[in-house]
């Protein structure tokens, strides 16, 4: 989780975040050990903020890998992820209830983990999506 934790610190140094002033950074592992980071990317036209969490996994994509099994998020309060963080983390886990979240905080470090199931029990995940009608 050190590791992790140091990623997540270094990502939110480059956070880009002159709207809002708060400032995120993410990492995480991927199945195969791999770590990837992301930070929070704002716009003059606030709507098309990019959050941290989607960066990291934007990240881990990119190179090929498509399962993570831990991320740590750090803010300066130990916020937790956005509804549409939690759908998108939700996509590329194998079980939401193996894979841990870890909220820290710039001043009292990291807190528990808890799994993607606590925070998001009743994801979207149908099967259904994408079938054609025959
Ligand atoms: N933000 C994230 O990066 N991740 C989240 O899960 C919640 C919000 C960012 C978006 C925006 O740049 C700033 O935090 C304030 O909302």
């Given at each position: 989780?050190?590791?992790?934790?140091?990623?997540a610190?270094?990502a939110?140094?480059?956070a880009?975040?002159p709207?809002?002033?708060?400032r995120v950074g993410a990492?995480?592992?991927?199945?195969s050990?791999?770590?990837?980071a992301?930070?929070n990317?704002?716009?003059?036209?606030?709507g098309?903020?990019l959050?941290a969490?989607?960066?990291?996994?934007?990240?881990?994509?990119?190179?090929?890998?498509?399962?993570?099994?831990?991320?740590?998020?750090?803010?300066?309060d130990?916020?937790?992820?956005?509804?549409?963080?939690?759908q998108?983390?939700?996509?590329?886990?194998?079980d939401a209830?193996?894979?841990s979240v870890?909220?820290?905080s710039?001043?009292s470090?990291?807190g528990?983990?808890?799994?993607?199931?606590e925070?998001?029990p009743?994801g979207?995940?149908?099967?259904?999506?994408?079938?054609?009608?025959?």
């Amino acid at each position: 989780m050190e590791d992790l934790l140091r990623a997540a610190q270094q990502a939110q140094e480059n956070a880009y975040a002159p709207y809002s002033g708060y400032r995120v950074g993410a990492a995480l592992r991927s199945s195969s050990g791999q770590v990837y980071a992301g930070c929070n990317v704002e716009n003059v036209s606030y709507g098309l903020t990019l959050c941290a969490e989607r960066n990291a996994l934007a990240a881990m994509v990119t190179a090929g890998e498509t399962r993570w099994t831990e991320i740590v998020i750090i803010t300066r309060d130990g916020g937790t992820p956005c509804g549409a963080c939690l759908q998108v983390l939700l996509e590329f886990v194998e079980d939401a209830r193996n894979a841990s979240v870890i909220c820290a905080s710039e001043s009292s470090g990291p807190g528990p983990s808890r799994m993607l199931a606590e925070f998001l029990p009743l994801g979207f995940r149908s099967p259904e999506v994408g079938r054609t009608e025959s």
